[in-house]
């Protein structure tokens, strides 16, 4: 609701624009709540508060006192007066009440009244404050993933998957975002393992690729050829060895943020062809 007024007093409809107009409307809020937190009349009052306001803002003026030469006793001249004990009371009732309780007095409610309802507008515009904000990064975010480069790989390409031939062939790529992707470097290997043993270690074989795939551009990594011997092909046949196709895509999108792709695929001599390997196929998740 506060989000909408502001679009229609300013004419804006720009997050950042709402952040910084809601900043200044707390500051003016707040400044608003410490002027009305401290009421006009609070002030100390003196022992006759009123005494101004019964004489027209004049203070009364006092005949000078005089002395009678001639009835006065001359013994009682400098004896100094004592204070009436029974106008004791009467002084302590007239000392101004404490500032809570003019706070509290009826007088006083609006003044409080109108505080309570201005701390209530800095905490809801804070509140408001903090799901504009929290709105602002997730469309960033959105914005982001819309628009960076996002690269995928398609199935390997490869011939001659067969004893004593040499596998030949390629790995193609593209870019499916809508920005280029920068700093591309692609690797991949033949790998040659016992059944029943993990992939491990890194991908040392750089292929040569473009170090910038535009948005729905395509490139290919080339495989090393591999020669497959007699001994190794029957040991692939009886379970007990397999060759796998490794490899890892790294670049990064126009926000600087680097990502990667690693891709793994497996020799079936039955068949003669690669397949999809059940692990290493992973992307990051770096946003």
């Known amino acids: ?29 707040a400044l608003a709540v410490c002027c009305i937190v401290i009421p006009v009349d609070g002030q100390t009052a003196g022992e006759h508060p009123n005494a101004h306001q019964k004489n027209g803002g004049k203070p009364k003026e006092t005949p000078p006192n005089t002395v009678n030469v001639e009835t006065v006793n ?13 106008r004791k009371p009467d002084q302590d009732s007239q000392k101004s009440p404490s500032y809570l309780h003019r706070l509290i007095a009826p007088e006083g409610l609006p003044n409080l009244v109108l505080c309570l309802v201005g701390i209530a507008g800095v905490i809801a515009a ?15 975010r959105m914005i982001k993933l819309e628009q960076r480069a996002w690269i995928q790989t398609h199935s390997p390409m490869a ?64 495989i090393p050829e591999t020669v497959i011997s007699t001994s190794d092909w029957t040991e692939m046949l ?32 039955k068949s003669e062809s690669v397949k999809l390997h059940h692990e290493h196929n992973e992307i990051d998740s770096n946003e």
Not at 126 to 140: H, N, Y
Not at 212 to 217: A, F, K, L, M, R
Request: aromatic letters at 10%; one cysteine or more.
């Open 238 to 269: 009886a379970g007990k060895l397999d060759f796998f196709i490794w490899g890892k895509i790294m670049y990064d999108d126009i926000f600087n943020v680097h990502h990667w792709l690693e891709f793994c695929y497996v020799v079936d001599c």
């Open 1 to 29: 609701m506060l989000i909408n007024v502001l679009h229609l007093l300013f004419g804006v409809k720009c997050f950042r624009v709402t952040l910084i107009l809601m900043k200044y409307l707390i500051a003016v809020v």
């Open 74 to 86: 001359v013994n009682k001249i400098n004896v100094p007066q004592q204070p009436d004990p029974a």
């Open 159 to 222: 011939v001659g998957i067969n004893a004593l031939n040499p596998i030949r062939g390629y790995l193609r790529f593209r870019n499916g975002g809508r920005t280029p992707g920068l700093k591309v470097k692609a690797f991949c290997s033949v790998i040659r393992l016992e059944r029943g043993l993990s992939l491990s270690g890194t991908v040392e074989d750089r292929a040569d690729i473009n170090p910038i795939i535009p948005s729905d551009g395509m490139d290919a990594i080339n």
């Open 126 to 140: 804070f509140c408001t404050l903090q799901e504009i904000q929290a709105t602002g990064k997730q469309t960033d």
